[in-house]
């Protein structure tokens, strides 16, 4: 019996049992937006360092290295605001796969050889801009595809792999510009967009529960309007954008902090994330996910604090490594707010909370090289670390209100 037929094929909500990994790899669907969504990653991972390589060598400035890599987060919240609304389509497959091609186009350009700074980083932008309508469109084919109870499950096994790709791409990463120069490096991230590309225009079919309408700026407007109209929603969203995207703000320091061992570091940070995302959403029940959101949010940053110092190389991977088994206390948050969400806006609320998180990474990244212009880059990473621990601890109260309003509520 397959997945299709034990789960049918209406709304996630149709089915409400526990579901494991291979329950959810054997839905051709979900198996599909999961290698695409996989392929992506790798993709996005290798030519992330090959670009931050490439501008640490031609400027040596830390700000500049920091936005390579992370700047495209700032164009996110634009995309967010104007277009999010498309993610709750009726067509979402079908701008899945339009955005995967521009991204293919993307990565194949920054292949060009001699390619101007300014013209990369435009493209940054461009591709920055539509990455949270893809996250959009993604997660909410996913919320349709698997049963109400597969969710967090689903976003585990998604996160597992987007750690194990970054591992893999880090790793590759440097191994390849052992040999190659950064925008040869390119080339095989341009394969990998290409694959995922297809993979997703094979698998994944049209389908949708969600009301029609004509989406567009208005409707992008209203559905932000309500979303952030109530405060537990927006103290949710502060604890998955803020602390996430100060700790990134440490990782982006990794280069001009220790350029030999980058690679390694960014490997130890993605180790640990896929640790994390394996315990909380695969061993852990949902009121243990919910009991260990804070505790985790504590451990995404603390560890950081130890970078300050500098201490030798393994001390350093070990702190990061630990550290990124913190970021799975977005689970929690995201089943919280996934909760709190209308069926037929879940495309829009999750790509709203994607580029929130991305754009706070890419904040996050412009602070972190902004002080390290003027400090050492290892008390910049401090400075970082004890802020996104201020937020944290600051924002319990709102968090646990909300948790206890949602209770209450039928």
């Known amino acids: 019996m397959t997945s299709d037929t034990v789960w ?22 979900f198996a599909g937006l999961y290698a695409s969504f996989s392929l992506t990653a790798a ?11 490439l501008v640490q060598a031609r400027t040596g400035s830390p700000l500049l290295t920091a936005l390579s890599m992370f700047g495209s987060s700032f164009a996110a919240v634009a995309g967010a605001l104007t277009l999010m609304s498309v993610a709750d389509g009726g067509r979402p497959r079908r701008t899945l796969v339009a955005l995967h091609g521009l991204s293919l186009v993307a990565v194949a350009a920054q292949a060009v050889p001699g390619l101007p700074l300014v013209a990369r980083f435009g493209l940054l932008l461009v591709v920055g801009f539509f990455q949270s309508l893809g996250t959009g469109a993604r997660m909410g084919l996913l919320a349709e595809i698997v049963p109400a109870s597969g969710y967090a499950p689903a976003r585990s096994l998604m996160n597992l792999t987007a750690g194990g790709a970054s591992v893999l791409g ?3 990463g440097g191994a390849l510009l052992a040999v190659l120069s950064p925008s040869q490096v390119f080339v095989p991230a341009g394969v990998l967009a290409a694959l995922a590309t297809a993979v997703v225009a094979g698998t994944v079919r049209e389908r949708s529960v969600r009301t029609a309408r004509r989406p567009g700026l208005r409707e992008t407007w209203q559905g932000n309007v309500a979303l952030l109209g109530r405060p537990g929603r927006r103290a949710l ?3 998955l954008w803020v602390p996430n995207g100060l700790v990134v703000g440490c990782e982006a320091l990794f280069l001009p902090y220790a350029p030999a061992s980058a690679g390694l570091l960014l490997a130890a940070g993605s180790a640990g994330m896929l640790l994390g995302d394996l315990v909380v959403g695969r ?6 996910r919910a009991r260990w959101a804070y505790p985790l949010r504590l451990l995404l940053a603390g560890p950081f604090l130890l970078l300050a110092p500098r201490p030798p190389v ?7 490594g630990v550290a990124g088994v913190g970021f799975a206390a977005t689970l929690p948050l995201q089943e919280r707010l996934l909760a709190l969400t209308p069926d037929a806006e879940r495309g829009q609320v999750q790509g709203v909370e994607s580029a929130g998180r991305i754009t706070w ?14 400090v050492e880059p290892g008390w910049a990473i401090g400075l970082l670390a004890a802020l996104s621990l201020v937020v944290t601890v600051a924002s319990r109260r709102a968090v646990r209100r909300e948790a206890a309003a949602a209770a209450d509520r039928p």
């Not at 049918?8 to 669907?29: C, D, F, H, I, N």
């Not at 993709?43 to 390589?53: D, E, N, R, V, Y």
Request: proline share 2%.
């Open 314 to 320: 393994a001390v350093a991977v070990l702190a990061v």
């Open 8 to 29: 049918g094929t209406g709304s996630a909500a149709e089915s409400s049992g526990p579901v494991g990994y291979l329950a959810l790899l054997r839905q051709r669907e």
């Open 43 to 53: 993709s996005g991972t290798l030519s992330g360092f090959a670009l931050g390589s």
């Open 283 to 288: 061993l852990l029940d949902e009121a243990g």
């Open 170 to 172: 880090f790793a590759l």
């Open 237 to 239: 969203l502060l604890n």
């Open 361 to 374: 990474q890419g904040i996050g990244a412009a602070v972190g090289g902004a002080l390290a212009q003027v």
